[in-house]
């Protein structure tokens, strides 16, 4: 693994140290181990106020109150626990939602399954550079619409969806609206005083902290209800029950309170290695970039090289961890669907790799994978007869080609 | 996507060292070559296999470029391999089944091989066109 380069922060993180030490306080008989549900005795007090003490810690990061935040076991539990418990709760007043085709499929899987429930779904498309507007989603409110599901990072291009104006729309006219937050945590700035978000989904994992926990911001004022998912106990006022993960939750809010604590110091240094990379990258012949740089977060890049495919792309960057699309699909033969819906061309959503940074990457490591990368573009070009073919001028558009 | 050692060596070989494993091409027009090219862009995979024939219908050189996953490129080399040397008929039998057995391909990627044959069969086709 040593001289494996991390290039996928943007799938998860590594734990923080200063994380993983206060999570290790949270296990032994000598240390934080007790049931925070347990009201009677020392154990389960002190638990209890170390998973109070991480609520607050990620309510300060995205300026909620402690009483908004749930604890889930991550992002993907947030979004079910957000799209199917506000429909379900809300199903009186209609039974229209609204999401985009770009979303997670923690967010797409779950309005499939409110579709076989009856509901009926929009899925928006978006615009080329993977964003979603409030015009967009103006077309096609109804007055069935209940709940609009977008989220805030797209995670394959990092573009950057204006979740203060499609707020404000959505709740002038009476509309839940859902953010999966996942990849915005320590990038980009929230606050949730200031924004018409109703419910909000967080993870642990993409910020430093470990997997296996998120939260959901379910709004207070004006009051957001949901039904449901998992009943044991009614812990988390009925949300969510369960016994809290108290070594996970207090990893959560750690990360959470590093996050806030250096997000300009993160941004920064991400931002110059960013620039670094793409500076020499872009060395390379016919290399598009999937998103806007002008609207996007510095730590996502995704390109596309073309007439190379992209798995064979990543098995040569063999020292080199990237991702091809999302990663829960890249088993499978598609190309991403994130890149189709910005309507790219099947050769270019074939061709994409995202790199992504983090607060551990170096400048010395992006300088290297930038090199590795010109180095096997070439050497893959050298074997594909549509680089032979481009070069000779032939139209690909126009090749009648036997699919098989 | 889990390939075995034989696919990751032969796709390795061939990136490092591509005029030593066939790449290239082939004068298309020339009266003793034939090409055959099959897959498509949108689908992720396109194989160009080129054959250079002699007068007593054996198989003398061969050259390909393939766009595509890495068990396609392997696929590819596997190929020319089992073709070098090989009469038309003795390539005609070559199945694709032989070669995703050879390179233990995961069944997700049996097309791979599947590509291969068709690449074969086209580039006789080929150039038994241009001798009738």
């Known amino acids: ?404 | 996507m889990a390939y075995s050692r034989k696919v990751i060596k032969k796709f390795q070989d061939t990136l490092n060292n591509p005029a030593a494993h066939n790449v290239g091409r082939l004068d298309p027009n020339a009266k003793n070559v034939g090409t055959g090219m099959v897959g498509a862009p949108a689908c992720g995979d396109v194989m160009r296999l080129q054959i250079e024939v002699d007068d007593d219908n054996i198989i003398t050189d061969c050259k390909f470029k393939t766009y595509g996953c890495g068990s396609a490129i392997a696929s590819s080399l596997q190929m020319i391999e089992m073709l070098k040397g090989k009469t038309l008929e003795e390539a005609k039998g070559i199945k694709d089944r032989e070669i995703a057995d050879l390179l233990e391909l995961p069944p997700i990627k049996i097309h791979c091989s599947v590509l291969a044959e068709d690449s074969i069969k086209r580039a006789i086709a080929d150039y038994e066109s241009k001798k009738t």
């Open chain 1, 1 to 404: 693994m040593k001289d494996l380069k991390y290039f996928d922060y943007a799938s998860t993180t590594p734990v923080d140290p200063r994380v993983a030490d206060k999570m290790y306080e949270c296990l032994k008989l000598d240390g934080n181990f007790g049931n925070p549900a347990s009201r009677s005795h020392e154990f389960g007090w002190k638990a209890e106020e170390a998973v109070e003490r991480a609520r607050m810690q990620v309510a300060s990061l995205v300026n909620a109150d402690t009483r908004e935040i749930v604890w889930t076991s991550g992002a993907t539990e947030s979004d079910n626990l957000a799209i199917k418990g506000a429909a379900r709760f809300y199903k009186d007043r209609g039974n229209h939602i609204i999401t985009s085709k770009i979303e997670h499929k923690a967010v797409l899987d779950p309005c499939r399954q409110l579709e076989r429930e009856g509901f009926e779904v929009t899925y928006l498309d978006p615009n080329e550079d993977g964003v979603i507007t409030l015009d967009m989603l103006k077309k096609h409110i109804k007055d069935e619409t209940i709940l609009v599901s977008l989220m805030h990072i797209n995670n394959e291009l990092g573009s950057v969806t204006d979740i203060e104006e499609i707020g404000n729309f959505t709740r002038e006219n009476n509309i839940i609206f859902h953010v999966d937050a996942a990849q915005s945590t320590g990038k980009v700035n929230i606050d949730l005083s200031n924004l018409n978000v109703d419910l909000m989904s967080f993870s642990g994992h993409k910020t430093y902290g470990p997997k296996g926990v998120g939260a959901l911001y379910v709004r207070r004022k004006p009051r957001v209800r949901l039904e449901a998912l998992i009943h044991g106990g009614g812990h988390e006022r009925g949300f969510r029950s369960g016994t809290l993960a108290t070594h996970q939750i207090v990893g959560m809010g750690e990360a959470f309170k590093i996050a806030q604590d250096e997000m300009e110091k993160d941004n920064k240094h991400i931002k110059k290695l960013s620039d670094i990379f793409y500076k020499e990258i872009s060395e390379i012949e016919e290399i598009f970039l999937n998103g806007n740089e002008k609207n996007k977060v510095p730590n996502i890049t995704n390109v596309s090289f073309a007439y190379i495919e992209g798995e064979s792309l990543i098995m040569a960057l063999q020292d080199v961890a990237v991702s091809s699309g999302s990663a829960c699909t890249s088993a499978s033969l598609e190309p991403s669907y994130v890149l189709r819906a910005l309507g790219r061309p099947d050769e270019l959503a074939h061709s994409s790799i995202r790199f992504s940074f983090g607060r551990f990457t170096t400048e010395e490591e992006v300088r290297s994978v930038a090199e590795t990368t010109k180095k096997v573009v070439a050497q893959l070009r050298e074997l594909s007869p549509l680089w032979d073919m481009f070069k000779d001028g032939v139209d690909l558009e126009k090749v009648e080609w036997i699919p098989h």
